[in-house]
């Protein structure tokens, strides 16, 4: 595999290849939040149950991380990545003639799954690919797909919306997502790694950074997702607002950390990754906390903030992974914790809060995951390989 020492021609080429892959990724998980509130309707069911989307999917994802950190470097990172682009397109392509919301809870397993495999794949490639001394940029460059995804997805689906009912949504993305399977099948370069006994699943799972940065990743992603798949129910359902206003707010929300993504690359090479980490997160809950107590007027306000410090948080983390683990089990450390990141996370969080909204009120539900998020932010010092 060609290994570039800087991030030029070429390698930049690769990385925008990355970003776009990462950008559907997201995309295909992030698509079912604006619409929510149309498949409550049409189906006829509550708030935890239409949350319950989100459990699922990320449900297969975890179980889809668990296998990949395993053999994923032995069958070789480039097939995992095409093969999971093109089960997702086949399964984007049913989904519209779903009939039932349990069928379209079973295809939302089965999509967390087939693109489960993405992220713990790339992250060797990327590591693999540029010089050490590049991985805080390309990583953020990297990640910084998720933000821009986040935050156009809303305004896409919105637009789509127009000529399409929200079952044809996923036909367009299904083509996208093939396209992308065979231009990166004929563009990329295979990398293969076999794992050594001393590199088995039960040896990493002993590990205490790899529980550490797993609550890190469960507070922060919870603060991310729950917080983004709650938001449209929150304003049309409870606050009685238009889908289209909540879809603003959803959308416009996720603008400001697009540029923090890649600013927090830059920082990471020159300053301490883990004071980075600890603000990122500190301020994400403090920021939870003040859109669960805000009025609709500066609720908007609170959410901006909130998304750019949490948005920080992920190509950190992403960093601190690979600074803490080696080359050998670095794919399968980040399979791990982000296994516990979705199931927890991004997984049974949005579903507490959907829950938390049918019981007592979504304010609720978001104020304290504020104070959960705030209490896990020391966390990081412990993380003495990080020093």
């Known amino acids: 595999?060609?290994?570039?020492?800087?991030?030029?021609?070429?390698?930049?080429?690769?990385?925008?290849?990355?970003?776009?892959?990462?950008?559907?990724?997201?995309?295909?998980?992030?698509?079912?939040?604006?619409?929510?509130?149309?498949?409550?309707?049409?189906?006829?069911?509550?708030?935890?149950?239409?949350?319950?989307?989100?459990?699922?999917?990320?449900?297969?994802?975890?179980?889809?991380?668990?296998?990949?950190?395993?053999?994923?470097?032995?069958?070789?990172?480039?097939?995992?990545?095409?093969?999971?682009?093109?089960?997702?397109?086949?399964?984007?392509?049913?989904?519209?003639?779903?009939?039932?919301?349990?069928?379209?809870?079973?295809?939302?397993?089965?999509?967390?799954?087939?693109?489960?495999?993405?992220?713990?794949?790339?992250?060797?490639?990327?590591?693999?690919?540029?010089?050490?001394?590049?991985?805080?940029?390309?990583?953020?460059?990297?990640?910084?797909?998720?933000?821009?995804?986040?935050?156009?997805?809303?305004?896409?689906?919105?637009?789509?919306?127009?000529?399409?009912?929200?079952?044809?949504?996923?036909?367009?993305?299904?083509?996208?997502?093939?396209?992308?399977?065979?231009?990166?099948?004929?563009?990329?370069?295979?990398?293969?790694?076999?794992?050594?006994?001393?590199?088995?699943?039960?040896?990493?799972?002993?590990?205490r950074a790899l529980w550490i940065l797993g609550i890190l990743w469960i507070f922060a992603s919870g603060a991310y997702w729950g917080v983004y798949f709650a938001i449209p129910l929150f304003l049309t359902k409870e606050l009685s607002l238009s889908i289209g206003y909540a879809t603003t707010v959803l959308g416009i929300s996720r603008l400001g950390g697009i540029a923090v993504a890649i600013m927090c690359g830059v920082l990471v090479d020159r300053f301490s990754l883990r004071k980075i980490t600890f603000t990122m997160l500190l301020f994400t809950g403090l920021f939870t906390i003040l859109v669960g107590v805000a009025s609709v007027r500066f609720m908007a306000i609170f959410l901006f903030f909130q998304v750019i410090f949490v948005t920080g948080f992920f190509p950190m983390g992403l960093v601190s992974i690979a600074r803490t683990f080696d080359r050998e089990t670095r794919g399968m450390a980040t399979g791990s914790v982000l296994i516990l990141s979705v199931l927890f996370g991004s997984g049974l969080i949005p579903y507490l809060l959907g829950l938390s909204g049918d019981l007592i009120g979504f304010r609720f539900g978001i104020v304290l995951l504020g104070i959960m998020v705030t209490a896990s932010s020391p966390l990081i010092f412990c993380l003495k390989e990080l020093e």
């Open 1 to 207: 595999m060609e290994h570039h020492a800087e991030l030029k021609g070429r390698a930049l080429v690769v990385l925008s290849l990355l970003w776009f892959l990462w950008f559907i990724n997201l995309g295909a998980r992030a698509m079912f939040s604006p619409i929510l509130p149309l498949i409550e309707d049409e189906f006829v069911i509550s708030h935890a149950r239409a949350s319950g989307i989100f459990t699922v999917q990320s449900i297969g994802y975890a179980i889809s991380l668990f296998f990949s950190g395993i053999y994923s470097g032995r069958l070789g990172y480039k097939k995992c990545i095409a093969l999971s682009l093109a089960v997702s397109s086949g399964l984007l392509f049913l989904i519209p003639f779903v009939k039932t919301f349990s069928t379209l809870m079973i295809f939302s397993f089965i999509l967390g799954f087939s693109i489960g495999t993405y992220l713990p794949s790339v992250l060797p490639l990327i590591t693999e690919y540029f010089a050490e001394k590049h991985w805080g940029k390309s990583i953020a460059i990297h990640d910084s797909a998720a933000s821009v995804s986040i935050f156009c997805i809303p305004f896409i689906v919105l637009f789509l919306l127009h000529f399409f009912v929200w079952r044809g949504i996923f036909t367009v993305m299904a083509v996208v997502f093939l396209m992308s399977a065979i231009v990166f099948f004929l563009v990329s370069d295979e990398l293969k790694i076999t794992h050594s006994r001393k590199t088995m699943r039960g040896d990493l799972l002993k590990t």
